[in-house]
């Protein structure tokens, strides 16, 4: 490809080559597309909340800081050391990294603060909806879905919920983009199964249910 950019493939059912999509470089690292990235990703993720789980974040911040302090002391002196008996010059070892922009742009701000403000009106807009019990079906699996997460908030605390998503982050992406014919095609069954139970609750309970136009205006008509 264009640019020096890696093509990667995969087998699909019949055991040809297929190209893998596009991602950016956050879904990249999800999907794994460079493995020591991820892997090194994912490790350091991993091994930080688990040391966050145990010890106070502060604890963790500090120590995490101080190793990576002493590691980028150590490279830097040896290489210095080494530029100095081998009589070469070649600059500074992080200068790749020290010339990196990593300043914000105005429109940048901008627009991560548009998106974040549609997302958060858009949940509070939703939370009204399903609490104000603007269509009873709604709000009736919005409860069930709650009383879910007190089993789920017995069972697990906040960090572990964290770690675990974590974990599903960098594995179920990828299991779906292995397996995503017989994954839709199972996913399709059981939507097909919650619309028609869904729609006999609605029959059941016609609380909030809107008539369809051609039945209002006949009744009119009467």
Same mark, same amino acid.
């Given at each position: 490809?264009?640019?020096?950019?890696?093509?990667?493939?995969?087998?699909?059912?019949?055991?040809?080559?297929?190209?893998?999509?596009?991602?950016?470089?956050?879904?990249?690292? @999800?999907?794994?597309?460079?493995?020591?990235?991820?892997?090194?990703?994912?490790?350091?993720?991993?091994?930080?909340?688990?040391?966050?789980?145990?010890?106070?974040?502060?604890?963790?911040?500090?120590?995490?800081?101080?190793?990576?302090?002493?590691?980028?002391?150590?490279?830097? @002196?040896?290489?210095?050391?080494?530029?100095?008996?081998?009589?070469?010059?070649?600059?500074?070892?992080?200068?790749?990294?020290?010339?990196?922009?990593?300043?914000?742009?105005?429109?940048?701000?901008?627009?991560?603060?548009?998106?974040?403000?549609?997302?958060?009106?858009?949940?509070?807009?939703?939370?009204?909806?399903?609490?104000?019990?603007?269509?009873?079906?709604?709000?009736?699996?919005?409860?069930?879905?709650?009383?879910?997460?007190?089993?789920?908030?017995?069972?697990?605390?906040?960090?572990?919920?964290?770690?675990?998503?974590?974990?599903?982050?960098?594995?179920?992406?990828?299991?779906?983009?292995?397996?995503?014919?017989?994954?839709?095609?199972?996913?399709?069954?059981?939507?097909?199964?919650?619309?028609?139970?869904?729609?006999?609750?609605?029959?059941?309970?016609?609380?909030?249910?809107?008539?369809?136009?051609?039945?209002?205006?006949?009744?009119?008509?009467?």
């Amino acid at each position: 490809m264009a640019g020096g950019s890696k093509r990667y493939s995969r087998n699909n059912s019949n055991g040809n080559f297929q190209p893998l999509p596009e991602r950016g470089p956050v879904e990249s690292l @999800i999907y794994w597309r460079d493995v020591k990235k991820s892997g090194i990703v994912f490790g350091a993720g991993l091994i930080t909340l688990v040391a966050i789980s145990s010890f106070s974040v502060i604890s963790v911040f500090a120590y995490l800081s101080l190793l990576t302090l002493f590691g980028t002391v150590a490279f830097r @002196i040896f290489k210095s050391l080494t530029q100095a008996v081998q009589k070469t010059n070649e600059g500074h070892p992080f200068k790749e990294y020290l010339e990196l922009d990593l300043t914000l742009s105005h429109e940048k701000v901008q627009n991560i603060a548009g998106v974040a403000v549609a997302h958060i009106n858009g949940f509070i807009s939703e939370l009204r909806r399903l609490f104000l019990v603007e269509d009873i079906i709604d709000s009736i699996k919005f409860g069930v879905i709650l009383w879910a997460f007190t089993f789920v908030g017995a069972w697990f605390n906040g960090m572990t919920l964290v770690i675990l998503a974590f974990v599903s982050l960098f594995t179920l992406p990828k299991v779906y983009e292995n397996n995503k014919q017989s994954i839709d095609t199972y996913l399709d069954l059981v939507r097909s199964k919650l619309t028609e139970i869904t729609d006999k609750i609605r029959v059941a309970i016609p609380i909030g249910n809107k008539k369809p136009v051609a039945a209002a205006e006949s009744e009119k008509d009467k």
